[in-house]
T-cell receptor
Framework: ETGVTQTPRHLVMGMTNKKSLKCEQHLGHNAMYWYKQSAKKPLELMFVYSLEERVENNSVPSRFSPECPNSSHLFLHLHTLQPEDSALYLC???????????????FGPGTRLTVL | AQTVTQSQPEMSVQEAETVTLSCTYDTSESNYYLFWYKQPPSRQMILVIRQEAYKQQNATENRFSVNFQKAAKSFSLKISDSQLGDTAMYFCAFIIQGAQKLVFGQGTRLTINP
């Protein structure tokens, strides 16, 4: 595998389900990101992890819970979602250099989430 | 506020033609990076080209080039000899040096017709 991979590619879940999205980067990067892409809206940054520590949480509802066990893996745990949470969820990674997050982010293929 | 505006929601050209996608942005910072990403129907967001704001020379990557006008805060993408595989959503984005947030525009849907 090369680049950034995400699983599953598609997910349908009910509002009472618990599921997790997985992201893995094979680029040797040490910062990872979750974005939400909804129809007709710009990409929204949800979470940022730098060196495995969360550095950004853009007021995301608590029904989304990220986890970064190491620099190569990132999870997004989903619980009691709402239909308006249906979207494409994109993972990205970049390289931290000298304490600063790398400017270029590389994206995975995304998980298309549908909440019924 | 930091924003990116792509004024062309959709564009369509014939194969082999040249097409230019517009992008303007707003920031009070002086050190930042600009990007064009491509998102084909497969949904993978692919980096097309990158420009450092401190460089006056316009970036080029094969058939892709940019026209970077820092004073005007304009960053257009030119695709030469367009190919069917160029059909995709194109997003303009920038990030302030040292920041976490990549600011995206709304995107331009480009269709290359045979």
């Amino acid at each position: 595998e090369t680049g950034v991979t995400q699983t599953p590619r598609h997910l349908v879940m009910g509002m009472t389900n618990k599921k997790s999205l997985k992201c893995e980067q094979h680029l040797g990067h040490n910062a990872m990101y979750w974005y939400k892409q909804s129809a007709k809206k710009p990409l929204e940054l949800m979470f940022v992890y730098s060196l495995e520590e969360r550095v950004e949480n853009n007021s995301v509802p608590s029904r989304f819970s990220p986890e970064c066990p190491n620099s190569s893996h990132l999870f997004l745990h989903l619980h009691t979602l709402q239909p308006e949470d249906s979207a494409l969820y994109l993972c990205a990674s970049s390289q931290v250099t000298g304490g600063e997050l790398g400017d270029t982010q590389y994206f995975g293929p995304g998980t298309r989430l549908t909440v019924l | 506020a930091q924003t990116v505006t792509q004024s062309q929601p959709e564009m369509s050209v014939q194969e082999a033609e040249t097409v230019t996608l517009s992008c303007t942005y707003d920031t009070s910072e002086s050190n930042y990076y600009l990007f064009w990403y491509k998102q084909p129907p497969s949904r993978q967001m692919i980096l097309v080209i990158r420009q450092e704001a401190y460089k006056q020379q316009n970036a080029t990557e094969n058939r892709f080039s940019v026209n970077f006008q820092k004073a005007a805060k304009s960053f257009s993408l030119k695709i030469s000899d367009s190919q069917l595989g160029d059909t995709a959503m194109y997003f303009c984005a920038f990030i302030i040096q040292g920041a976490q947030k990549l600011v995206f525009g709304q995107g331009t849907r480009l269709t290359i017709n045979p």
